[in-house]
Every structure is written in C-alpha cells, then in structure tokens.
C-alpha cells in the first residue's frame, strides 16, 4: 500500500501542472483582463484611479487628461497616456512576456507564494485564511448534516423497498432534490427571517454584532442559530443522490447468496442487516465522505453566501473572477486543486480502511 500511495502522490505534481497550465493559458485569451479593469475604472474616474497609481514615487497624476489617440493594444484606452497605460501595465506584472509571467507564477506556487491581490491590498493566503471560517461551516455541517439524514433515511426505505413509506418518501426526496437551492433560501428567508411571516432566523451573517460579550455557551448557540437558514437551504436539494445511493447499495447488498445462507442458519434479521450487510453496502458511502465534503466545501456554497450575506470563498473566488483578480483566481485554484488531489488519496485510503480485503497494489499489478 506504500508504494501505491507514493505513486497517487507523484501523480499530484503533473496533474497540478497541467491543470494550472491550461487555465493561465485559457486566462490570458479572456477578454476583459486586469489591465483593462483598470483602465475602464480610470475612464469614468479618473482623478482617484489616478491617485491609486500614484505611490512608488512616480507621479503619474494627470495624464489622464492627455487628448491625443492612444495606440494602447487594450480596448477602452483611448484618450489615455500612453505611459499610463505602460504605469498600468507594470503594476500587475503584464509588461513582461506571457512565458516569463508562467514560469514567475508557477515558481512561486511550487514555494506557496501567492502573491498580493489586485484590487484588496493583501495577500492572497490572507484572504483565503479570512474567509475560510464561513466555508468551513457550511461545508461541515452541510456535510454532515447530509449523511446523518440520508443514511438511516436509505436503509429504512431499502428495508420496507416498495412500501407506502418508501413511495412517499421517494416523492418528498425528488422534489426537495428539484427545488433550485437559491429558490427555497429566499422561501425560508420570507418565512423564518422576518420576511412576512416569522422573524425567528437573522437574516445575514454567521455570528451577531455583540458576539464578543456572550459567555461561551450562548455564543456556541448564536454560531448555530445563525447556520440553521444556510444549512437548511444546502440541505434541499443535497440528500436526494445520497439517500437514494444508499437505497440502491443496501438493496444490491441484501439479494446476495451471504444474506440468504446468513437468513438460512437462523440469523436474526437485525444481526443479518447491521453485522454483514451494513460494512459492504456502505463502504463506497463512507468512502466517499472526504470527497463530498470537499465538493461541498468548494462548489456548493456560493448562492448562499450571496443570499445571506456569508463572506466566504465561494463569494471570494466569484468577485476575483468578475474582477479578472488573478492572483486571487490562480492561487484559490492552487488550493483546492491540491486539496482535491490530496482527497482523492484519501478517499482511496478509506476503502481498505473499511474492507481490508482492499489491495489497490495487486490490482494494479
């Protein structure tokens, strides 16, 4: 099992090299670049752009004012200095050429150096550090959450398969599964946060204004009180393949010959199901935690960060790329791709975990 993990990890570093070397280089045949953000900030206000590129001890201020034709190759340059556009151009590292810049970026990553934000005057570790708390929330209790539900909830409709229960229950889960999530948080907003009806939710935020003068326990409940909307809405629409993955593998489980010789000897039925049925049918469910977390940690967060005013990565990584913030857009993907390479492993180290009849070495001998 050694040598399997240590060939998974040599992997990591070619997969992490071409996933960053196609994105840079879709990145820079995207319209719409840095420099060009810039430069439209500067054409409608021109006086405090101006100032912005002012510091380092070259007074740049004024030359928005020039009224000849700039030959800037940037679109929205016109009107433009060209040494402000120049100024403009090597303040985020573009006057220099496109394999330079690849192989600056791809050297500092290989260090962790991430570099500095565009447009927030920081850098891009300390950003990611800042908003992590929210989206470490959400992804854990969203995640677990989600298996606390779906697992018993699958069982029970495997075990009473083709029963009213399970009619009913298959009903309630298609349709919280065809609720778009951003729909049913606006509904639980209007009902439960003060919308028209009840206001027992607040309405934005993970943690009250005074917080801070809250003895421990009662800021344990505010943190919660605060995540019961969010969770909820992620909730909706997330246990619906997990319930029924668990039906199906639980169901595969009990119509093969060990069930039936176990039912023949006199077995009970509940030693049958949770001694011998339980440990196969949930070994690809259990496996796949770490993968689901990571999933729901990276993508499945961003409406509702945007509807409940959650400062968290998922509405980080969208302003970055409506700002063309690449510092910011490269080194997030850095993270999470390292981080879902690294899952992948362990996700793979699970299953032998859990059966260790698993061996990934003679397989792939």
Do not use: C
């Not at 565009?118 to 992804?139: A, H, N, T, Y």
Request: proline residues 4%.
């Amino acid at each position: 099992m050694i040598s399997y993990i240590i060939r998974r990890l040599l992997l990591v570093v070619p997969t992490l090299l071409g996933i960053m070397t196609v994105n840079f280089m879709i990145i820079q045949i995207a319209p719409g670049g840095p420099v060009e953000q810039m430069i439209a900030k500067l054409q409608g206000d021109a006086v405090s752009a101006t100032e912005r590129l002012s510091g380092g001890g070259e007074d740049i201020k004024g030359q928005t004012s020039a009224t000849s034709e700039s030959s800037s190759k940037y679109r929205g340059a016109q009107g433009l200095a060209p040494e402000l556009v120049v100024e403009i151009e090597r303040l985020y590292g573009f006057d220099k050429p496109l394999h330079v810049r690849y192989f600056k970026m791809m050297r500092d990553y290989a260090t962790f150096n991430f570099g500095d934000s565009f447009f927030r005057d920081q850098k891009v570790v300390d950003l990611v550090l800042e908003k992590m708390p929210v989206s470490i929330s959400l992804g854990i209790w969203s995640t677990l959450a989600v298996y606390l539900i779906s697992i018993p909830l699958g069982i029970r409709k495997a075990l009473r398969h083709g029963s009213r229960f399970d009619v009913w229950s298959s009903t309630v889960v298609i349709l919280g599964n065809a609720i778009p999530t951003f729909l049913f948080a606006i509904l639980l907003i209007v009902l439960f946060a003060g919308g028209s009806y009840f206001s027992w939710f607040p309405l934005r935020g993970l943690l009250s204004d005074n917080i801070s003068s809250l003895p421990w326990w009662q800021q344990v409940l505010d943190y919660f009180w605060h995540l019961v909307l969010p969770i909820s809405a992620i909730l909706v629409g997330s246990f619906a393949s997990l319930t029924m993955l668990t039906k199906n593998s639980f169901l595969d489980e009990i119509n093969k010959q060990y069930v039936i010789t176990a039912r023949a000897k006199g077995i009970t039925e509940r030693r049958v199901i949770y001694k011998h049925v339980f440990r196969n049918a949930m070994l690809i469910i259990i496996a796949g935690f770490p993968a689901a977390f990571i999933g729901m940690f990276f993508t499945g967060s961003l409406l509702i960060e945007i509807i409940f005013s959650l400062d968290g990565l998922g509405l980080l990584g969208f302003e970055s790329a409506i700002q063309r913030d690449y510092p910011v857009m490269f080194g997030t993907l850095f993270i999470f791709t390292l981080l879902g390479l690294v899952v992948g492993i362990i996700s793979d180290l699970m299953y032998t975990v859990i059966d260790p009849r698993i061996d990934f070495e003679n397989r792939e001998a």
